[in-house]
């Protein structure tokens, strides 16, 4: 583990406006939820749902109309991370570049510690 605070997630501006244009489409109160779960072809995978509860214990990352959720157990695998959304010639998606991952896979989905 490093010793990046778990608080140092981040989000870069295009994630922020991609973010926010999915939850206007949404009813309100409507956030992304960002969670780690075991799985994928590197062992850990990024999942992401629109959620409208918050636990007390979500860290909120909220800017201009984007509000995400990182439950405390996916905090501490996305420690120092950056949340981008790339629009390229393979398609259109969010990417975490993760400090905190040792690999992973192709499609950027997936990762090991």
Do not use: H, W
Not at 18 to 43: D, F, K, N, Q, Y
């Amino acid at each position: 583990m490093t010793d990046v605070s778990l608080t140092d997630i981040t989000l870069t501006d295009s994630a922020v406006r991609r973010i926010g244009e999915i939850l206007a489409a949404e009813p309100a109160g409507a956030m992304l939820r960002v969670s780690v779960e075991g799985g994928g072809c590197s062992g850990f995978q990024y999942k992401f749902d629109l959620d409208r509860q918050k636990a007390a214990d979500d860290l909120v990352l909220a800017r201009d109309g984007a509000t995400v959720l990182i439950d405390p157990v996916s905090q501490q695998y996305m420690a120092g991370a950056q949340i981008d959304f790339v629009d390229d010639l393979i398609g259109a998606a969010f990417k975490i570049r993760n400090p905190v991952a040792t690999a992973s896979c192709g499609c950027g989905t997936s990762f090991s510690i």
